[in-house]
């Protein structure tokens, strides 16, 4: 399975942004899809996550109620919704499947997409 991650670019501090993560193949419903980023000189950190069962959805603290993981299964695609931006969510944008672990370190997940890059101006 190849994901294919879309939709970055440059933004204003306070715009919203959506990018996109599209799988070559249909993901099994057993899967978490996954958004992380990587800020340059860091580690890729976990941002989302959405259960392919039930669609339930889990946020790490930095980014709870301000972006938002959603799905469309007919498109085999997931979204990120990112809302409020802030010149610190300056970073490469990755999307991620991985199977049904309970915790989301990135070493958990087995397919990457190559990342899209959002940038937000202050």
């Known amino acids: 399975v190849q994901l294919q991650a879309s939709g970055g670019g440059l933004v204003q501090a306070g715009d919203s942004l959506r990018v996109s993560c599209t799988a070559s193949?249909?993901?099994?419903?057993?899967?978490?899809m996954g958004w992380f980023r990587q800020a340059p000189g860091k580690e890729r950190v976990f941002l989302a996550v959405?259960?392919?069962?039930?669609?339930?959805?889990y946020y790490s603290d930095s980014v709870k109620g301000r972006f938002t993981i959603s799905r469309d299964i007919a498109e085999n695609t997931v979204f990120l919704t990112m809302s409020s931006l802030k010149p610190e969510d300056t970073a490469v944008y990755y999307c991620?499947?991985?199977?049904?672990?309970?915790?989301?370190?990135?070493?958990?997940?087995?397919?990457w997409g190559q990342g899209t890059l959002v940038t937000v101006s202050s």
């Open positions: 991620a499947a991985s199977r049904p672990w309970t915790d989301w370190p990135p070493r958990r997940f087995d397919y």
């Open positions: 193949a249909r993901i099994p419903s057993t899967y978490r």
């Open positions: 959405i259960t392919g069962s039930s669609g339930k959805t």
